[in-house]
T-cell receptor, first 112, second 112 residues
Framework: NAGVTQTPKFQVLKTGQSMTLQCAQD?????MSWYRQDPGMGLRLIHY???????DQGEVPNGYNVSRSTTEDFPLRLLSAAPSQTSVYFC???????????FGPGTRLTVT | GENVEQHPSTLSVQEGDSAVIKCTYS??????FPWYKQELGKRPQLIID?????GEKKDQRIAVTLNKTAKHFSLHITETQPEDSAVYFC???????????FGQGTELSVKP
């Protein structure tokens, strides 16, 4: 199993550009989440999904969209990138509610 | 809203000493409390977790305690080693649905 994979590893965007961060898992996990990590602020939940076709907002959802058309994939879309979205983004999956979260390797995004 | 507070933000100990990291949570419905370790440049990984029907759990040099009444939980590392140096995150699962909220993190430094 590859576990949780994320692409790209690094990305530089200009303000106003849009892009999609990809996340996939091959463990048949129902639950998937996106977090952003900024120095001194821990991991903040952006959006999460409890299964295909179901998504919900986390702590910091503004400026991001998600969809979950399959169990395996959970892409994160930045609609119009802003410098405040410069961060490291982690995708995670879990087999159940209240279960261990398995994190992907992260995507380092810089918005100039 | 839901909140997890973590203290201290940095902790420096001598090799062989104990380290304690404390967290509080706001939602009394929380029932799952995992701890994650993140080494520099890597993804967070689960080191221990506890559920609300248990007051204490131990795994070798690591233990976690939970006080549901006070909404406190703590991580205890005994006989610290330099390889324990990392950032540690507490987290709490708020209600159902896999929504996991993290504390701000504690940077632990173990000096040889």
């Amino acid at each position: 199993n590859a576990g949780v994979t994320q692409t790209p590893k690094f990305q530089v965007l200009k303000t106003g550009q849009s892009m999609t961060l990809q996340c996939a898992q091959d463990m048949n996990h129902e639950y998937m989440s996106w977090y952003r990590q900024d120095p001194g602020m821990g991991l903040r939940l952006i959006h999460y999904s409890v299964g295909a076709g179901i998504t919900d907002q986390g702590e910091v959802p503004n400026g991001y969209n998600v969809s979950r058309s399959t169990t395996e994939d959970f892409p994160l879309r930045l609609l119009s990138a802003a410098p405040s979205q410069t961060s490291v983004y982690f995708c995670a999956s879990s087999p159940s509610a209240g279960g261990e979260q398995y994190f992907g390797p992260g995507t380092r995004l810089t918005v100039t | 809203g839901e909140n997890v507070e973590q203290h201290p933000s940095t902790l420096s100990v001598q090799e062989g000493d104990s380290a304690v990291i404390k967290c509080t949570y706001s939602d009394s419905a929380s029932n799952y409390f995992p701890w994650y370790k993140q080494e520099l440049g890597k993804r967070p990984q689960l080191i221990i977790d506890i559920r609300s029907n248990v007051g204490e759990k131990k795994d070798q040099r690591i233990a976690v305690t939970l006080n549901k009444t006070a909404k406190h939980f703590s991580l205890h590392i005994t006989e610290t080693q330099p390889e324990d140096s990392a950032v540690y995150f507490c987290s709490a699962s708020i209600r159902q649905g896999g929504k996991l909220i993290f504390g701000q993190g504690t940077e632990l430094s173990v000096k040889p």
